[in-house]
């Protein structure tokens, strides 16, 4: 058996989370039609960190919002599991969303009258199987800060805040769009080691987007993307911890 055949036969042994099968993205401006996404074919998997990388207008956050049934698809699949999601109502969508994925945005939205515990507590109320608030909180290292208010709290304390509400309901996906993007690299490299630690922990399939291409190294997986198609795929070797990046 050959090294083609040896990476076959492990691909096929993956479970995918994600399949995304000729998926095409339009938007109407107008008399002005933007394509977003022209015909993407790519799989996320169990457990795996993924990193969608591409500049800005390469598609990947509408690729991102599509997987985590936030928008839909102008033609194309998107596959849950075996639950097709292109098939979905607008309700059965909202269950998915709050059941099985985490979002974490460039912008923290957080509500600031309310504590970092209470609002990761908003998620935990509502979810089937939730951790603790404080037991969410302690995986970013932030236990100490649970009664704090946002306006108390650094710019990557919040971002681990809103980590920490993403993952209380145990989701299976975590989807983080530029989680990085409004932080300087030493904060960024704290909150981005809050996610690998989730990943490694939870088993939780995570997927960040990302226009910046050393954040790459840190990934089982890196799928490039440019003018709304998938430019590369490519398997990193070995994956480096968060702590040694530099960019």
Known sequence: MNATDKLAGATKQKTAVFRALNVTKVYRMGEVQVHALRGV???????????????SGSGKSTLLNILG????PTSGSVFYLDHDLTASEPSEL???RRDHVGFVFQFYNLIPS???RENVELITEIARNPMDPMEALAMVHLQDRANHFPA?????EQQRVAIARAI???PDVLLCDEPTGALDVKTGIVVLEAISRINAELGTTTAVITHNAAIAAMADRVISLSDGQIHEVRENSERIAASRLEW
């Open 69 to 72: 049934g936030l928008d839909v």
């Open 168 to 170: 209380a309901k145990r």
């Open 41 to 55: 074919n790519v799989e996320l998997y169990e457990h795996e960190f993924v990193v969608l990388l591409g500049a």
């Open 94 to 96: 909202t269950n998915f």
């Open 152 to 156: 108390q709290l650094s710019g990557g």
């Open 114 to 116: 309310l504590t970092a």
